[in-house]
């Protein structure tokens, strides 16, 4: 039997079981090589294909033959500017639409009255303590006394009380202050009080609205004074006061305009100074607080106005309004970025919502709580539901009068933002009351007062005045409060820059700098479009073969 020897050298470099033998690593790199190349080449000649016939105005002088290499250099030097300089205009601009995205219109210049809420009026004496309840007071605490101090001893111990007001100035006999508040501490509390009742004292010694309020009257007809929906008695930044409309009562009236002196609200006051031990101001007057029925009525939070008529004198207060709305379509940007907090919104430090959101409320908690932090207490006329928790707050007593005194003029200053670079308000900066989670109201209602005062009708009083208490007609004082125009101005808050109105803008600058157009968009998207195909498909056949040679390697197997 013949035997013939196969020489596996001379037929092949491969081993003869093997189906598709591997190629050497040079060849498979020089072909990788030559493939790439050929890419390169193939997106060269495409991108002189694309700058020489784009829409594009001067791309195809990069790439004429009759040009000079230095003249294709001027050109590349041109596109590269222009480039330049487009950016440059595109970022000014993304920053003016972004500084200036949101715009105030006035929406209607003649906004019926009747469809804005009447305010809140406060009214109060400028006397806070009534002799009268002092003088039984003082006769309480006598009888209480071990040491038997007279009556008008306590009635001097009693007039201490004024200083638990906010007022300027430096406090005095702070040593009999704490002696008096010892005191009471020990026999001023009453049967069911662990502590003494600040709130309650004051409450005692603060004249009456039914002594104040003689005569009311609302859009020409008179009505009774102490109603649920007409005046009550109620706290504001000076304790105890009468305050009308303090339930928002009067915020749709379709059928009462009050848009005339006489047709507003009209009170006649008892202004008699029989009765006085201190007053709050200096001043022979009373105060008047004009505010919204939402917000509590403290001068220092801002949206409120403050006035103080001349007693024997017939006021007339005219308010003017102002309306303020803002679009819904406002509330997918944050609160920091429109400026402004919608009445369903919540401060991001404040998790409490008793109330409808406003600034003047915003600034009122925030002080409350300052003030609970640095005396630890609150004043006896703060509203306890403002408060995050009330477990262990007590009411500032005379004993605190000193710590409120020295932080009075913090608690008064108010920074809703920080105060950088301001020549003359460094020490107002580091010493006032920083607020930055209050914001303006988005949906607001704004008041302006003008106040004219005059010599009191008597002939008007006389008349329209059933003098059931014997008072004397000297003694009295008449007040109109009433919207001076029967319409106002309604503002609203709006977008701005639209995507259209940034469609055209950015479309312009890139038409003037660059010639840039749909058509020219079209065809760098279509290039771009297809080399990513390109690149995908590659991407996809490379990963394909490299898993078929790792399959291959794994059931690959060699008999020794």
């Known amino acids: 039997m013949l035997v013939s020897k196969v020489d596996i050298k001379t037929t092949s470099s491969a081993i003869w079981w093997i189906k598709y033998p591997q190629q050497p690593q040079q060849q498979q790199q020089q072909q990788q090589a030559e493939h790439t190349q050929s890419r390169a080449i193939s997106l060269c000649q495409d991108m002189t294909d694309l700058f020489s016939n784009i829409s594009l105005h001067g791309y195809s002088e990069l790439f004429d033959s009759e040009l000079l290499l230095y003249e294709k250099l001027i050109w590349l030097c041109l596109h590269i500017t222009t480039f330049v300089v487009m950016i440059i205009i595109l970022s000014f601009t993304w920053d003016y639409f972004v500084a200036q995205y949101f715009a105030i219109n006035l929406h209607d210049p003649l906004y019926s009255v009747d469809k804005i809420a009447f305010p809140a009026i406060s009214i109060c004496s400028n006397n806070r303590i009534s002799y009268e309840a002092a003088e039984n007071y003082a006769l309480e605490l006598s009888q209480k006394d071990i040491y038997n101090n007279s009556l008008e001893y306590y009635m001097e111990r009693i007039a201490y009380f004024n200083s638990l007001y906010h007022k300027y100035g430096r406090v005095n006999n702070i040593e009999e202050f704490s002696n008096f508040q010892t005191f009471l501490d020990n026999y001023g509390t009453w049967d069911n009080d662990t ?249 607001d209602i704004q008041y302006q007062v003008s106040m004219m005062s005059l010599p009191t009708n008597r002939f008007w009083v006389q008349e329209n005045l059933h003098n059931e208490r014997n008072l004397d007609i000297n003694d009295m004082s008449v007040l109109h409060v009433y919207f001076g125009k029967p319409t106002a101005l309604y503002y609203k808050r709006v977008l701005r820059n639209t995507w259209v109105e940034a469609f055209s803008t950015v479309g312009n600058i890139l038409s003037i700098v660059m010639g840039v157009s749909l058509v020219a968009v079209f065809e760098l998207s279509y290039f771009l479009v297809k080399y990513l195909v390109i690149a995908f498909k590659l991407f996809i056949k490379q990963n394909r073969k490299q898993n078929i040679d790792k399959e291959f390697k794994e059931k690959l197997y060699i008999c020794p």
Request: glycine content about 4%.
């Open 195 to 443: 502590f003494y009742n600040v709130l309650r004292t004051m409450h005692l010694l603060t004249p009456k609205c039914e002594e104040l309020l003689v005569k009311c009257s609302l859009d020409g007809k008179e009505i009774e004074c102490f109603h649920k929906n007409h005046f009550q008695t109620g706290l504001t930044g000076y304790g105890p006061c009468c305050i009308f409309n303090a339930e928002n009562v009067y915020r749709q009236r379709s059928h009462q305009r009050f848009g005339r002196s006489d047709a507003g609200l009209t009170v006649v006051l008892n202004s008699s100074q029989v009765n006085d031990v201190v007053s709050l101001l200096n001043m022979d007057a009373y105060v008047v607080i004009i505010h919204k029925a939402s917000n509590f009525p403290d001068v220092a939070s801002g949206e409120v106005i403050e006035m103080f008529p001349i007693h024997n004198e017939e006021t007339f207060v005219a308010i003017k309004a102002r309306v303020m709305n803002t679009s819904e379509n406002l509330r997918i940007f944050p609160s920091t970025y429109r400026k402004c907090l919608f009445n369903d919104e919540t401060p991001k430090k404040d998790l409490l919502l008793h109330h409808s959101y406003s600034f003047a409320n915003c600034i009122t908690r925030c002080r409350i709580q300052s003030i609970k932090a640095l005396c630890k207490c609150v004043p006896f006329y703060t509203p306890l539901e403002y408060l995050a928790s009330k477990d262990g707050v007590v009411y500032c007593t005379l004993k605190h009068v000193v710590c409120m005194d020295r932080y009075n003029f913090k608690w008064r200053n108010v920074l809703t933002q920080t105060v950088t670079n301001v020549q003359g308000l460094e020490s107002e900066a580091e010493e006032a009351l920083y607020c930055p989670q209050c914001l303006p109201s988005c949906n």
